[in-house]
């Protein structure tokens, strides 16, 4: 199996090349270890943090921005906007507050990114 990808872990974008040999992956193409680190969990166990909207009732606007405190597996991505389409907040909210505990038994929560 062999990938390349874009390293987006800091602003050089390094063009990588993933390559698994054996049980081994081997990466090349990155200027720093963290494009290993990169590459390798992306071709693995790929995540990201996920950003949107809730609705809010009193607020100043109708949704309310959040985002995941950490990242979550990237197949469950859908299955956690369903769960925040499903969530309605009542104004004030301060930032960081917990919107949703434990999405998906994550252990990743998500919360407010602006208060409200």
Avoid at 62 to 83: F, G, H, I, Q, Y
Wanted: glycine letters at 8%; a positive charge; charged letters at 25%.
């Amino acid at each position: 199996m062999n990938k390349e990808m874009i390293c987006i872990v800091c602003p050089m974008g390094c063009h990588i090349n993933v390559e698994k040999s054996g049980d081994e992956y081997v990466v090349t193409g990155n200027k720093c270890p963290r494009g290993k680190t990169y590459g390798i969990k992306e071709l693995t166990n790929p995540t990201r943090v996920l950003t949107t909207t809730v609705k809010i009732k009193g607020g100043l606007l109708n949704r309310l921005p959040v985002k995941t405190v950490d990242a979550v597996p990237k197949e469950l991505l859908s299955e956690c906007m369903k769960v925040i389409n499903n969530v309605e907040v009542t104004s004030p909210i301060k930032v960081g507050d917990i919107i949703v505990k434990d999405i998906l038994g994550t252990g990743v929560n998500v919360v407010a990114s602006r208060s409200m």
